[in-house]
């Protein structure tokens, strides 16, 4: 046990061992993002019966798991060659080489799981251009060393624009381009602005959709 202890706390092979956690990392975090979100998906929007929802649920978890821990795993591999090929050290535009080849690779083929990861992932690099406000979201740890790097929030004032626009926009979208929204954003779309719209009685008005 010493043994492994000793090999997993080399120095020499913690970039190549950071490799493994980082898939597993992105596997772990995967299944805790996607299995209730597709639970839930199911449960509002499935169709057929219970099998075949159970079905879908375990493919897009499984996709989602598994892309995020190849993806994961193949940042690091790629910024490793890069670093080695560099004389050790890592640039600048490394991570975004890193990033646009990852994502070409693993997230590249269009499936309704791949776009929602995409669509959410670009909607937190156009919000990183506003500008920001003065205090970040937490205090920095207690007792930590060196330089800490804490997000800081959107001023206060270009996200009100930001929303406002963000959701004038969607709604526009949907009553005129529905066909360009995300499926999932739709179906929800759809349950809550059109489907309250109709009802046939007073169990159907407050206690069941349809």
Do not use: C
């Not at 991570?95 to 929602?116: C, H, M």
């Not at 954003?185 to 007073?202: G, P």
């Amino acid at each position: 046990m010493s043994s492994i202890t000793h090999w997993l706390s080399d120095p020499r092979m913690h970039d190549y061992l950071a490799i493994v956690k980082g898939a597993r990392n992105g596997f772990v975090y995967g299944v805790k993002v996607r299995f209730p979100h597709a639970l839930i998906m199911a449960i509002l929007f499935g169709r057929g019966d219970w099998k075949s929802r159970l079905l879908v649920i375990y493919k897009a978890t499984k996709q989602h798991a598994f892309n995020l821990a190849k993806f994961v795993s193949l940042y690091k591999i790629l910024l490793l060659l890069q670093r080695k090929a560099n004389g050790g050290k890592q640039r600048s535009a490394d991570t975004f080489i890193a990033g646009l080849l990852g994502g070409y690779v693993v997230f590249g083929d269009r499936s309704a799981v791949n776009e929602q990861i995409v669509l959410y992932v670009v909607s937190r690099v156009i919000a990183s251009f506003m500008p920001r406000a003065g205090s970040p979201y937490s205090k920095a740890p207690a007792g930590a060393s060196g330089p800490v790097v804490r997000p800081i929030p959107p001023d206060p004032r270009y996200f009100s624009v930001f929303a406002a626009l963000s959701w004038g926009a969607v709604m526009w979208l949907f009553q005129h381009r529905g066909e360009a929204i995300q499926p999932g954003m739709f179906n929800s779309m759809t349950y809550l602005y059109r489907d309250s719209e109709v009802w046939t009685d007073l169990r159907t008005l407050l206690w069941h959709n349809t």
